[in-house]
Nanobody, 120 residues
Framework: QLQLVESGGGLVHAGGSLRLSCAAPGFTLDYFAIGWHRQAPGKEREGVSCISSSGGRTNYADSVKGRFTISRDNAKNTVYLQMNSLKPEDTGVYYC?????????????WGQGTQVTVSS
């Protein structure tokens, strides 16, 4: 079964940057759309960004537009989320999810998550 591994989380000051990675050891992600989601303490999980299987289409939550960039390197079988100008409200556990096909959906394989903490 496809297993996703997120990495790159950590503690950063407001205004700082982090780059998250999502990899699938032993599997190819070429045919999967990949979404990044996050869950803050006491809040529901929310979608942050999605990239199509080809990488030709991306979308972002309004709260991160202009600050986050999703990309993928199919040769490395990895999807990235570059997060700049981080704010304390970006704090949460970030998950990647793989949906077979061209579009992100809730019917997906999920990773275990990586913690992002932004201090003010």
């Amino acid at each position: 079964q496809l297993q996703l591994v997120e990495s790159g989380g950590g503690l950063v000051h407001a205004g700082g940057s982090l780059r998250l990675s999502c990899a699938a050891p032993g599997f190819t992600l070429d045919y999967f759309a990949i979404g990044w989601h996050r869950q803050a303490p006491g809040k529901e999980r929310e979608g942050v960004s999605c990239i199509s299987s080809s990488g030709g289409r991306t979308n972002y939550a309004d709260s991160v537009k202009g600050r986050f960039t999703i990309s993928r390197d199919n040769a490395k079988n990895t999807v990235y989320l570059q997060m700049n100008s981080l704010k304390p409200e970006d704090t949460g556990v970030y998950y990647c999810a793989a949906s077979y096909g061209t579009r992100c959906s809730d019917d997906a394989f999920w990773g275990q998550g990586t913690q992002v903490t932004v201090s003010s």
